[in-house]
């Protein structure tokens, strides 16, 4: 038994690894598997322990790698994230795994799933292809003149000057490998192999300044499970570094979230304003008794139209915070999550809709209400009460279904992805967002600019200099009912559009819904 350069034995860790022997107690080992040639007999400890045994004194008998996956995914759907892995970078060396899935003393109540992957960091080559060496002759020291008459030589890229420059490259890949697995399977969660400094000036030079906010935090530092079981200070400290930067999380995105809605007032009021100053424009044109043919202002009332109209477009794309918020959480549910979501939320609404009816039932009939109406209001109310019943009990168990999912999104973890999709979608919407305000301008300009016109042409007794002046009274109410007439079509029109828009506006949503 060769003791190796740390001292730890390679058939004692790949014990660990694999919960046998004095570490089964542990548990948490979720699935095993391994590459080794045929003399070891599908053992790796056997294979192990000949490395512990063959390999030169002070040699390195084995690597191990330990990478995080996904706490999103199942078990089956990470073990395609790892078949990726050894496929691309174990395909030539012998190597144990184990899959390790248990709640831990750092993770926050969370599930930690993480690989631990053991192996040679001889190379096969191909003369083991052919015929596989014995294992005192594989950790032999390699022989280049005679390949046979030596160990299979151990790679370079694990051992030589280059090697931190192969294990950045590695990192990027594995992190591209979970995003691909992740959106595959439809979770809108991210991983990103770069450092939080680099993720920060990334943001930074995309103008996302509250994401660089966000990313402008002090990395943890890693805890052995020794010094957890001491409760060492690094692991007090850790904690109350994670805590602290929690609620610097929370913090940011709350204040977001406030000024998004203060933003939404202030357009949402704007818009309102202008819609009213438009009705009062169109009463006052129906008002008054000339300038039907005034040209400038049939122009400026067109301009108006369709000022509002891009507005409506513009409003229907916008995705504002408490929206967002939404569509953040529902990308985290999953499709069993999003239909006891669908259920609950609808009984819900189903349920408030019968409590507001049954508010009317209870006002006074009016005073020549005969007993016949007095009875079916009675029979109406008794009807309601049966019915509000029934909804409570079925929200009742909408809740409790969805109760689950809840606790899901609750947690630390998905909370904090939740948060980063949240800023996502507010910054995906700037664009939107900015197009809106300036539509909304538009539209206010274009209202002001036909006040202005109606003001001045009602200063000219009512008569444009531009337009004919009606020479008898007959003239002017044949005028004033074509304005009106005009101006009833007009809204019509209008109420037809705004009909119309909101569908558009609903099939748009369906569809960014259906797509995501």
């Known amino acids: 038994m060769q003791k190796g350069v740390d001292g730890d034995f390679a058939f004692s860790h790949v014990q660990y690894i694999n919960r046998e022997a004095a570490f089964a107690m542990r548990g948490g080992c979720m699935a095993t598997g391994h590459h080794l040639p045929h003399w070891a007999e599908n053992s790796p400890l056997k294979f192990f322990h000949a490395a512990d045994r063959y390999e030169r004194v002070n040699g390195e008998r084995y690597k191990e790698i330990v990478f995080s996956l996904p706490n999103e995914l199942t078990l089956e759907q990470n073990r395609e994230i790892l078949d990726a892995f050894l496929a691309r970078y174990m395909q030539n060396h012998y190597y144990a795994w184990a899959i390790h899935e248990k709640v831990g003393a750092m993770s926050d109540g969370v599930r930690h799933p993480h ?3 053991m192996f040679s960091t001889r190379e096969i080559d191909d003369v083991e292809r052919r015929q596989e060496r014995a294992p005192e002759l594989f950790f032999h020291r390699a022989n280049k003149k005679h390949p046979e008459r030596g160990g299979c030589p151990k790679s370079r890229r694990w051992t030589g000057a280059n090697r931190s420059q192969f294990l950045f490259e590695m990192r990027e890949a594995f992190a591209r490998m979970q995003n691909e697995m992740l959106e595959k399977y439809h979770i809108p969660a991210h991983v990103d192999h770069r450092s939080l400094a680099v993720q920060k000036m990334a943001a930074e030079l995309r103008g996302d300044l509250v994401l660089a906010e966000l990313l402008d935090r002090m990395p943890e530092t890693a ?3 020794s010094a957890i079981l001491r409760e060492d200070p690094v692991v007090r400290q850790q904690k109350a570094l994670r805590e602290a930067q929690r609620k610097r999380l929370d913090k940011i995105t709350a204040r977001e979230l406030a000024q998004d809605e203060a933003r939404e007032k202030r357009v949402m009021d ?3 304003a202008a819609v009213n100053a438009q009705e009062e424009l169109r009463d006052e044109l129906l008002s008054m008794e000339a300038g039907v043919e005034d040209a400038t202002l049939s122009a400026l009332l067109q301009k108006m139209e369709r000022a509002r109209r891009d507005m409506e477009v513009a409003s229907a794309a916008v995705l504002w915070g408490r929206q967002a918020l939404e569509e953040a959480q529902l990308d985290f549910l ?6 006891a979501w669908t259920v609950m939320t609808s009984l819900q609404r189903e349920l408030v809709q019968a409590q507001d009816f049954e508010d009317t039932l209870y006002h006074p009939l009016p005073e020549d209400a005969s007993i016949e109406d007095e009875a079916v209001r009675s029979e109406l109310q008794l009807a309601m009460i049966q019915r509000i019943a029934d909804l409570e009990k079925r929200c009742d168990v909408a809740e409790k279904a969805f109760a689950p999912f809840r606790e899901k999104l609750e947690r630390p973890g998905t909370h904090k992805q939740i948060q980063y999709r949240l800023h996502t979608y507010l910054f995906q919407n700037e664009a939107a967002k900015a197009r809106l305000e300036k539509s909304v301008d538009a539209f ?3 209202v002001q600019n036909a006040r202005v016109r109606v003001k001045m042409m009602s200063a000219q007794s009512g008569i444009p200099s531009t337009a004919p002046r009606p020479h008898t009274q007959s003239a002017q109410k044949n005028a004033l009912r074509d304005l009106a007439v ?5 809204k019509d029109e209008e109420e037809e559009r705004d009909g119309t ?4 506006a609903e099939m748009e949503k369906d569809e960014m819904q259906s797509d995501r």
């Open 115 to 117: 690989v631990h992957l």
């Open 223 to 225: 805890v052995t499970p």
């Open 270 to 272: 704007a818009m309102d």
């Open 334 to 339: 999953g499709d069993e999550g999003r239909e």
């Open 444 to 446: 206010v300009d274009a």
């Open 486 to 490: 005009a101006a009833l079509i007009a």
């Open 501 to 504: 828009w909101a569908l558009i």
